[in-house]
C-alpha cells in the first residue's frame, strides 16, 4: 500500500515565507517529525535566529523563543539551566551562528552545554539582500563579491563545524543536506541523533545542514541541486565529524 504523507503535528498549517527551492521549508518540516517522533512536543522549546527563518515560531506548533542576531545560544543556555528537564534547540543560519554569534557558539559548545544546534549553511546572507556570508564559497558571486569570493582579499569559507570538533566537551557534529532525497533521510537521522543526545543528558551537539539558496544563488530550484554537488560539497563535505561514543 503506498504511504500517504500526513502533516506532522508540530507543524502548522499555514503557508510559509520562503522563497520557491528554499531548504528552510524541508528542514522545519524533518525537525517536527522528529520531534513527534520522539514524543517530546510539550517538552520543546526552540530558540528562533535571526535571518530568514527568524519567524519560525509561526511554522512550529510548539513554544518557541526569539534571540538577538547570534545570541540563539546564549538564550538557550539560560533556557536549558533554569529548566533542565526541558528539551532546548537554536535554529540558526549561517550569518547568525558563523558571524555574529561566532563567540556565543564557541563559548556555549567550550562549555558543553547540553543544547542541540541545527545550524543552517546556504553560504550567503538571505533576509538582508545576499551579501557575501562567512561560508561563502570561493568564487562565488554575491551582492557584495560580483566579481566572486577572492580568499587572498576575503579570507577563506569558514568551517564553523569543524573548529568546534576541537572543543573537548563537544559530543556530536555532523554535516548534511537537504539537496536530494537520499541526503534528506540522512539529515533527519542526524537530528534525530542530535536530539537523542541531549535527551540522555551527554552534552552538546550541533548538525549542520547545508542547504539550497537559488534566489541569492540565481539559479532555479532544480538548479540549486546541482549547485550544491558541484560548488558546497567541495568545500563542505558531507558526514560525521564528530561522535564520541
Not at 528542514?27 to 517536527?32: A, F, P, V
Not at 569558514?158 to 573548529?163: A, N
Not at 543528558?201 to 545542514?209: A, H, M, W, Y
Request: glycine residues 6%; charged residues 20%.
Amino acid at each position: 500500500m503506498q504511504k500517504i504523507y500526513s502533516k506532522p503535528k508540530s507543524l502548522r498549517n499555514v503557508k510559509t515565507h520562503y522563497c520557491p527551492g528554499c531548504g528552510h521549508g524541508i528542514i522545519h518540516r524533518i525537525i517536527c517529525e522528529v520531534i513527534d517522533e520522539l514524543d517530546i512536543r510539550e517538552e520543546t522549546i526552540a530558540i528562533a535566529p535571526v535571518g530568514c527563518s527568524v519567524i519560525a515560531y509561526d511554522y512550529w506548533d510548539f513554544d518557541v523563543s526569539e534571540a538577538a542576531h547570534g545570541r540563539a545560544p546564549a538564550v538557550a543556555t539560560g533556557i536549558k539551566r533554569v529548566h533542565p528537564d526541558k528539551f532546548v534547540f537554536t535554529y540558526q543560519g549561517d550569518g547568525d551562528l558563523a558571524s555574529i554569534g561566532t563567540a556565543e557558539i564557541i563559548h556555549t559548545a567550550n562549555r558543553g552545554e547540553n543544547i542541540s544546534v541545527i545550524f543552517v549553511n546556504n553560504a550567503v546572507y538571505g533576509m538582508t539582500g545576499g551579501q557575501m556570508a562567512p561560508t561563502t564559497v570561493e568564487k562565488q558571486k554575491t551582492k557584495t563579491t560580483p566579481l566572486g569570493r577572492d580568499f587572498k582579499l576575503h579570507g577563506f569559507s569558514f568551517k564553523i563545524t569543524e573548529m568546534l570538533s576541537v572543543l573537548e566537551p563537544v559530543v556530536y557534529l555532523e554535516r548534511c543536506s537537504v539537496h536530494n532525497p537520499v541526503s534528506i533521510n540522512k539529515t533527519k537521522r542526524a537530528i534525530k541523533k542530535s536530539f537523542k543526545i541531549q535527551l540522555e543528558n551527554k552534552g552538546f551537539s550541533l548538525v549542520e545542514v547545508v542547504s539550497p539558496c537559488p534566489t541569492y544563488w540565481k539559479v532555479t530550484p532544480v538548479e540549486a541541486a546541482s549547485w550544491i554537488e558541484n560548488n558546497m560539497l567541495k568545500q563542505y563535505p558531507l558526514g560525521v565529524i564528530k561522535d564520541v561514543k
